[in-house]
């Protein structure tokens, strides 16, 4: 064999090889990197053959281990379902406002009722519960039809004007449309409902819808305005507003009423978990 040549100005050894007087020098690669590279190769081959690898034309290579994600995923759930459902079944057992002196069941149900109702409910009353017009807010002690446990229980079960044999329904009448009223009485009455709320009103219009007030509407939003959740009527008296507190806003419902909608939730969500919102909802803040 030749005497390797070394390159002058590096002080390498050449392969030998020349180009236009370009030398190439004899570089191997660091052999903490051959190893590495080895390394991997015996790892593949090895993983190869213990774990899932190669498709084949119906199915693939399972391994020697036998490892399957789709079992593990499987038994994972299956056993969060058997830790849950003794909870489950406890909670059908009992009654809803039983549910909250046990600690670890209450913990459960606040836990599984906020992940229904960001499912089932957000879209409606907001992620938070906050509400927009036409929505109630769940977070205040502000409550059309009762805030009781028993009472948001009762109304999720049933819904609110639903399809439900049993529903929530009391249609306030549609005053205008209806012409039960003229537009004059409707302004007077909207400024009579304005000034329970302590606005500042036309107090001769107002006067007048006092008058009109305890004819037409006392019935249900009681003597002093102070609604009646037996009746899922408003207290006006608040300066809490489901549909608007400027004069159009009530004018209008006085007008046309309003006949918001929930729709029934038996059915659709399991009995448990239906107790499970209600005790969620009853924790926002608002529960009497
Ligand atoms: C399609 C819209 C919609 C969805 C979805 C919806 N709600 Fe409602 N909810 C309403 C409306 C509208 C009202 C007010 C009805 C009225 O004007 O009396 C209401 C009223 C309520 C009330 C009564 C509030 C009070 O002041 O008495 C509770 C409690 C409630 N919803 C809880 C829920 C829960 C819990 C869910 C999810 C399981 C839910 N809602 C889903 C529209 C909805
Ligand atoms: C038969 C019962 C009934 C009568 C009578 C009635 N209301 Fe109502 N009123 C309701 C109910 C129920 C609601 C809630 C409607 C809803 O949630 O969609 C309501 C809602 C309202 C609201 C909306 C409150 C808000 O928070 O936005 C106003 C304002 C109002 N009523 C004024 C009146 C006036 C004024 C009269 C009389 C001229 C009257 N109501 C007569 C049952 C009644």
Not at 136 to 143: G, H, K, T, V
Not at 159 to 167: C, F, L, Q
Not at 217 to 222: I, M, T
Not at 233 to 241: E, K, Q, S, V
């Given at each position: 064999m030749a005497k390797p040549e070394i390159d002058e100005i590096t002080g390498a050894e050449t392969t030998g090889h020349e180009w236009d007087g370009l030398k190439e020098l004899n570089k191997p690669l660091p052999r903490w990197w051959l190893w590495s590279l080895w390394a991997c190769v015996v790892w593949a081959i090895g993983y190869w053959i213990a774990m899932p690898a190669w498709p084949l034309?119906?199915?693939?290579?399972?391994?020697?281990?036998?490892?399957s994600q789709r079992v593990s995923v499987t038994s994972a759930l299956a056993e969060a379902k058997e830790a849950q459902s003794e909870f489950l079944e406890k909670i059908a057992a009992l009654e809803v406002s039983s549910i909250k002196s046990d600690p670890e069941l209450l913990r459960f149900s606040l836990a599984g009722g906020a992940a229904a109702f960001g499912d089932n409910c957000a879209p409606c009353h907001g992620r938070g519960a906050q509400g927009a017009p036409g929505y109630?807010?769940?977070?205040?002690?502000?409550?059309l039809w009762g805030g009781k446990l028993e009472d948001i229980h009762q109304t999720l079960v049933v819904?609110?004007?639903?399809?439900?044999?049993?529903?929530r329904d009391n249609p306030m009448p549609a005053f205008g449309r209806d012409e039960i009223l003229t537009p004059a009485q409707i302004a007077d009455a909207a400024q009579f409902v304005l000034s329970l709320s302590g606005n500042k009103v036309d107090t001769a219009a107002a006067e007048r819808g006092k008058e009109i007030f305890a004819e037409q509407?006392?019935?249900?939003?009681?003597e002093e305005g102070k609604g009646n959740p037996e009746l899922g009527?408003?207290?006006?008296?608040?300066?809490?507003?489901l549909y608007g507190g400027s004069k159009e806003a009530i004018s209008l419902t006085i007008r046309n009423s309003r006949a918001g909608v929930m729709p029934s939730w038996e059915g659709r969500l399991s009995p448990e978990t239906i107790k499970q919102l209600a005790v969620y909802v009853h924790s926002l803040g608002g529960g009497q």
């Open positions: 034309v119906s199915g693939y290579t399972e391994g020697l281990l036998g490892y109630p807010n769940l977070n205040d002690d502000n409550w819904g609110i004007r639903s399809n439900h044999d049993d529903t509407c006392v019935a249900c939003h009681g009527a408003p207290n006006l008296t608040d300066r809490i507003w």
